[in-house]
């Protein structure tokens, strides 16, 4: 399976895209297009299902988009004008066919196929009491488990039943579901994961991004609200929201990495708020030198930014590869770091002798920051100041990102004096996270009332993390019988 995000190990990466489509011809050819355009949120798998008015035709496959849903037979075989669609990394489940979405059942109320973006944080708890009631699974997807509570709830209608299902969850959620009776798009309470709505003439369209419906030549009508359900049928469209109101807290980092630059989230230009962030960065963590460069292609904004902040130039001191996946040669440690110049290559010329402050959206292991700034010093640069256009990432994500454990992160074993030791950098720095705020807009960060969920700088979530509290307790249990 292929990749293209470079350096794809030391990453944060959003869990899943979400593509919907209520009366197109051709649905399912739109669904791949939209699919396309959010490739960035998931190059594990990609699935496709479409509803003729009869039957329900499914088609998944691992890896791309292309290659799967560029072929006229899988397009044929998806007959029908409403259609959802998934691209997906995992976070909860294996990597396995059966855990690629959408995810189908026969309920009493008919087909239903859900594709779901975000993570059920008490899906474990879920799972378990739902097979002591007698239910079967099919995958070690926690977005079955929503399946399997739609399938056992008392209430008559689809839609109660669903509301039933949602409101015995935890954690965040964007789902794009198909039924016979319509298309039901729903957004958890806090809107942790985003989600928006479009329409194409008569066709009403629901995406993970404003750049999907950019690509199918959709009009971009607002994002489905945090705790909404829309339901759309050939009669029309009804709101819902069945929820107690809470504040929203949507996820931060969509605009620091996830989100494509030309995406609107929220109500913001992913690429002015990253130019800010940028910007807010040189501020905050100015230093003398001869050239800003990014790390590309997620710290080329901000990299903007902060030479035009700082008045420093901007240049393309490092040079990518668009056309390299994974590394594919592993035989050895002395061949295998040769992969990183397959996905990146300095700009010799231009560094050598220079002053250079890198920008990079965001360190996780460390290890991709560590072979940048080697790279650079290999290259002859005299000086090298890594900057980085968030906080330090000290907690792991459990609503719908494939965070490496806390223990892996390195802003939560060393302090950024350490950090800046371990990748060899003449300097380093991060943005803060008031820094962050007031690039979105915000004066400052209520810590009392945060307007957008950032555990992952800050420790504090949002909701509880059953399934997460449940195995530290079992883990602090067993230390204690060992000791």
Do not use: W
């Not at 909860?92 to 855990?99: D, F, H, I, Y």
């Not at 008559?156 to 794009?176: M, P």
């Not at 300097?427 to 008031?434: G, K, M, V």
């Not at 807009?441 to 969920?453: T, V």
């Amino acid at each position: 399976m292929l990749t293209t995000n470079p350096f794809d190990d030391d990453k944060l990466r959003e869990e899943c895209g979400i593509f919907g489509v209520h009366d197109a011809d051709g649905a399912a050819a739109m669904v791949a297009l939209g699919l396309h355009a959010l490739q960035h949120r998931g190059q594990e798998a990609a699935g496709i299902t479409s509803f003729d008015g009869r039957d329900f035709h499914t088609h998944r496959a691992m890896g791309h988009v292309a290659g799967n849903f560029d072929r006229e037979d899988v397009i044929r075989s998806l007959p029908g004008n409403i259609a959802a669609g998934h691209v997906r990394y995992s976070t909860t489940g294996e990597t396995t066919l059966r855990n690629v979405q959408p995810l189908y059942a026969d309920l009493a109320t008919g087909g239903f196929a859900v594709a779901h973006n975000g993570n059920i944080s008490n899906a474990t708890n879920l799972r378990r009491e739902l097979v002591r009631r007698g239910s079967i699974f099919q995958s070690t997807s926690d977005t079955e488990v929503i399946i399997h509570l739609v399938a056992t709830s008392t209430q008559r209608g689809l839609l109660d039943r669903l509301i039933d299902a949602l409101k015995q969850v935890e954690g965040a959620y964007s789902l794009i579901c198909l039924t016979t009776e319509g298309l039901i798009a729903c957004r958890d309470p806090l809107g942790i994961r985003p989600l928006v709505m479009g329409r194409l003439g008569e066709s009403i369209i629901f995406a993970s991004e404003t750049v999907a419906l950019d690509i199918v030549g959709a009009e971009f009508i607002r994002s489905v609200e945090p705790g909404e359900i829309v339901v759309v049928r050939d009669g029309g469209i009804g709101s819902h929201k069945p929820f107690q109101s809470v504040g929203a807290r949507p996820c931060i980092f969509e605009h620091v990495y996830f989100s494509r630059p030309d995406s609107i989230v929220d109500g913001n230009s992913v690429y002015a708020v990253r130019k800010a962030i940028g910007a807010e960065l040189a501020r905050e963590n100015g230093i003398d030198a001869d050239y800003v460069i990014p790390v590309p292609d997620s710290g080329t904004p901000a990299a903007i930014g902060y030479a035009e902040a700082s008045g420093i130039p901007f240049e393309l001191g490092i040079i990518r590869s668009h056309y390299v996946g994974r590394t594919f040669i592993q035989p050895g440690d002395g061949v295998r770091h040769l992969g990183v110049k397959l996905k990146h290559n300095a700009n010799r010329n231009l560094v050598a002798g220079k002053r250079i402050v890198l920008i990079d959206d965001s360190i996780v292991r460390g290890t991709t920051s560590l072979k940048i700034v080697q790279m650079m010093r290999e290259a002859g640069a005299r000086e090298v100041h890594m900057r980085i256009a968030s906080p330090p990432t000290t907690n792991s994500c459990f609503y719908g990102v494939d965070t490496p454990e806390r223990e892996k992160l390195i802003a939560s074993r060393m302090s950024v004096a350490e950090m800046r030791d371990y990748i060899h950098a003449d300097s380093l720095a991060f943005l803060t996270i008031e820094g962050l705020y007031r690039a979105l807009g915000e004066a400052s960060r209520d810590p009392a009332c945060p307007s957008y969920c950032d555990a992952c700088f800050t420790g504090e979530y949002p909701t509880r993390l059953t399934d997460h509290d449940e195995a530290s307790a079992r883990d602090q249990l067993k230390l204690q019988a060992v000791g």
